[in-house]
């Protein structure tokens, strides 16, 4: 079955530190990779995403996400950690010949001051 | 600025009495998505639009139904909410897939949070 992990339930940094959230994969063939954010009580926002091409991706807000085909992972990083930063992150796939996001089940992100 | 909106955003209703979220979209996008959200979970499919093609996931309740009037508009009806369906509902769009046909990115609606009474 085509399934997204997210390990880590909650990932706490210190601000202005690195952050990473991990992501990995099992999807058979060459999936589109996401990751989306989400406030408190809000809908989910697009960050950014890998189709093919470079292995880093950048995106909005100054993240940042390393695509690893041979460990299928696809892990959100960010240099310097802001309190705003604060959300629960969504790494989301989507299969070839799939019509819908396959999402992990999100992580966490507390950054304190 | 192109966007999804969804109204209401806060829907209270009793157990039992039907109720209609609505999502609206200036983004132009072929593609319609209803999701479910329960608690800080991972979003859950509920169904979505190829322009008026309608498609069901399989494990979505007959509770639930979807009308898509036009480009813009799409509506989400739950005919006898159940205390279960208190959740927060998201709309989402995109365009169509890609040659490769997987899902374009999907730009997702502020949400309606959902009360049943």
């Known amino acids: 079955a085509q399934s997204v992990a997210q390990p880590e339930d909650q990932v706490n940094v210190a601000e202005g530190n690195p952050l990473t959230v991990k992501c990995t994969y099992s999807?058979?063939?060459?999936?589109?990779l996401f990751w989306y954010v989400q406030y408190p009580n809000r809908g989910l926002q697009f960050l950014l995403k890998?189709?093919?091409?470079?292995?880093l991706v950048k995106g909005s807000y100054g993240f940042e996400a390393e695509f690893n085909k041979s460990q299928t992972s696809f892990h959100l990083k960010k240099p310097s950690a802001l309190v705003s930063d604060s959300a629960l992150y969504f790494c989301?796939?989507?299969?070839?010949?799939?019509?819908?996001?396959?999402f992990g089940k999100g992580t966490t992100l507390s950054v304190s001051s | 600025d192109a966007m999804v909106i969804q109204n209401p955003r806060y829907q209270v209703t009793q157990f039992g009495k039907p109720v209609t979220l609505s999502c609206s979209q200036t983004?132009?996008?072929?593609?319609m998505y209803w999701y479910q959200q329960k608690s800080s979970q991972a979003p859950k499919l509920l169904f979505h639009?190829?322009?008026?093609?309608?498609?069901n996931e399989a494990d979505t309740p007959d509770n639930f139904q979807s009308r898509r009037p036009n480009t813009s508009f799409c509506f989400l009806d739950i005919r006898s909410p159940g205390l279960g369906d208190a959740a927060m509902y998201l709309c989402?769009?995109?365009?169509?897939?890609?040659?490769?046909?997987?899902?374009?990115?999907?730009?997702f609606g502020p949400g309606t949070r959902l009360t049943v009474l």
């Open positions: 989402a769009t995109s365009r169509l897939p890609s040659d490769s046909g997987s899902t374009d990115t999907q730009y």
């Open positions: 999807v058979s063939g060459n999936p589109y």
């Open positions: 890998y189709i093919t091409g470079d292995n």
């Open positions: 989301a796939v989507s299969p070839p010949g799939g019509t819908a996001l396959i």
């Open positions: 983004l132009n996008h072929n593609v």
């Open positions: 639009y190829y322009d008026k093609d309608f498609n």
